[in-house]
């Protein structure tokens, strides 16, 4: 099983190949190397796409994975707002859409919401439940990742380790990721942008609320309780007058993040209408931004001095929005982390904006997919 | 290669188990098995302990590795002083001493005094330089461990970039590691401590500088420029007017560090007679340790909510002294980390207080060996 696993990530990687270069890769044994590749293209799970250059005998064939024998659904759930996707194999979109959601009406009318909207999108695209290989799904708050739940989630109530995997399973027959919100916005961002360059990533993500998810040596990093990442309450000992709602003082969330900004800036609107008037360069609320880009590249300055990423990428609803908050952050971070640290930093705005939630939850479908005993039983190998 | 780790990786865990125990634990075939045991045994690295109980047939041999096959150097190279240690393979300590150490004498003087004080040791324990299966060392700064040197130390001037491990190897036959002084404390304590119970650990060393080494899903987090778990100068926004030789306002190591305690304390004196006053309970020391704990809590707090470690181990040689820092750390850290990230995190003091070092690179040292092709290639395996 590990060497199907082995073999199935290069194709999952994008890479065309022959059966020698495979065999390279991986260092499995040429006629073990046939065998599998004849049960994946038996399961049409890779394809032939020519032939690559004779070194003498047969012309050797290449191959690659065939993105279009399944799909995988991906759900960003936000506090205020859901974004779906059904994706192909190689994590490409097919249909996608965003709505607005209330995660406080709990796991089992959100999950038939999801549900509904999944089976409209799978419509649009023409394939069928059986084709579905996984579902991924991020939520905006702490998870325990081994068990598919929510713990304590502060703007989830009634979320609080409710399993969600068999709430999904009976209506799809596929394996169930659940993550938090910013670390499959990371993961994304890795997988998708920065995988052959770089292997350690902070994604910071500004919107409602502050978060961060980390990438380290290729993978997410979750620590022990799934609560890795949290720079949203970390003190600024300078803002110890500001109340945060989990009960302590001077959090960064409760000073520089979305809602608060926003009862500050515009009290009565939403988060949304804050965006929007960024979006539209409204003058009261640039330098809010610019501001806020500051006081988070204090916290943020600390994180890569302790984790030193080779990229940290800035998203959430208002981290993409111009350039204001991203433009505070590198004021700070720049002047704040160690020489060593940012020598080779990259501190760049997240290439997939709104879409690194989605995005991020289609990549985590396909990489469990791809380790999961379901598809290698499909194949017969396993 | 990869199987003979594996099988090597049990014993070196210290595990007391016959061939079919080895199997089951690393799901190598029996004949492979036996082969690689056969091999372990005529080279000396394991050893027959008895027999265990029979399940019908002959009672099956019980191995362990032979700890007295051989030694390890292990160097814990600091501003001021040098400890080092001779450990037997399963990191038992030899023999042993500390002296005094200028690392500004650079890193030729300082490596032949090294050298020097091993041959010492080794004669010490009777064993010779063949018997050396590994050197490590841990030195007060960043260091880019796959090159094996430091990089931009700022306290040890001279020794950027400067190879260590050819220096080393004219002298002592055997693989080098090198690496920064908190770091290896980190590893350290997590493999002697903690391997069993414990996958991340944050290790903060409070002694004339401050700084942490971060163990990751039971590895050393080093980072894109191996500078992670530099937490020594990351801000305290209410120190700002205080300036860091660092080039920077209010770094915690310029605020709360042993340096700067003393510097502020007892002017003129050393980092160690702070310790001994301290040591002795003297009042003008005790309430600034605590408050010093508290500062550094500060930023601890940060990094438990960053990194969601379950162990985090306070040592150096201020951490270690009476719970005066550890106590003020206790206090910050669990009134300002998250409710989850605290939940069942251990905060404690080094249980290898001042040898944690040395101990850590005995440690790195047999990790490299037995991860080394050079005693692959003694057992003719391959």
């Keep these: ?12 990687d994008g890479q065309i190949v022959d ?22 293209l038996t399961a049409g799970l890779i394809e032939e796409v020519g032939t690559g250059e004779s070194t003498g005998g ?57 549900i509904d909207r999944f089976e409209d999108l799978l419509k649009e695209t023409g394939y069928s439940e059986a084709d579905v290989y996984g579902v991924a799904l991020g939520v905006p708050g702490p998870v325990e990742f081994s068990e598919g739940w929510a713990v304590a989630p502060p703007i989830m109530p009634g979320w609080d380790k409710v399993p969600l995997r068999p709430l999904i399973q009976e209506h799809v027959d596929a394996p169930v990721v659940v993550d938090n919100d910013v670390n499959v916005m990371a993961y994304g961002e890795y997988w998708t942008q920065w995988r052959h360059r770089a292997e350690n990533l902070l994604f910071v993500k500004v919107g409602t609320g502050i978060g961060s998810g980390i990438i380290a040596s290729g993978r997410v990093y979750r620590g022990s309780q799934g609560a890795a990442g949290d720079i949203g309450h970390v003190a600024l ?16 969330e409760a000073v520089a993040g979305g809602k608060a900004l926003t009862e500050r800036l515009v009290p009565g609107r939403t988060v949304r209408d804050l965006v929007e008037m960024a979006q539209k360069g409204e003058a009261d609320v640039i330098p809010a931004l610019r501001e ?20 940290l990428a800035i998203g959430g609803g208002l981290g993409v929005v111009g350039d204001h908050v991203i433009t505070g952050i590198k004021e700070v971070v720049f002047q704040r982390s160690t020489v060593l640290a940012t020598r080779d930093l990259r501190l760049v705005p997240s290439r997939l904006g709104n879409r690194a939630g989605v995005v991020g939850a289609a990549t985590l479908a396909i990489a469990r997919a ?13």
Excluded at 2 to 12: A, G, M, P, Y
Excluded at 237 to 252: E, F, Q
Aim: aromatic content about 4%; proline content about 5%.
């Design 1 to 12: 099983m590990q060497i199907t696993r082995d073999l199935l990530r290069v194709f999952w």
């Design 19 to 40: 059966r020698a270069e495979l065999g390279r890769q991986t260092g499995v044994a040429r006629s073990t190397v046939s065998s599998i590749v004849g049960g994946l």
């Design 58 to 114: 047969r012309p050797p064939q290449l191959l690659r994975l065939n993105s279009r024998r399944g799909v995988v659904l991906g759900a960003d759930l936000g506090a205020t707002h859901g974004r779906l996707l059904v994706a192909d194999l190689a994590g490409v979109s097919l249909a996608e859409g965003e709505w607005p959601l209330d995660m406080a009406d709990g796991p089992h009318r959100v999950v038939a919401w999801m």
């Design 237 to 252: 000992t300078d803002h110890l007058h500001v109340i945060c709602p989990c009960g302590n003082r001077g959090c960064l």
């Design 292 to 311: 806020a880009g500051r006081t988070i590249g204090q916290v943020v300055a600390g994180a890569v001095n302790l984790f030193n990423p080779s990229v």
């Design 370 to 382: 791809f380790d999961s005993p379901r598809v290698w039983a499909q194949l017969e190998l396993g």
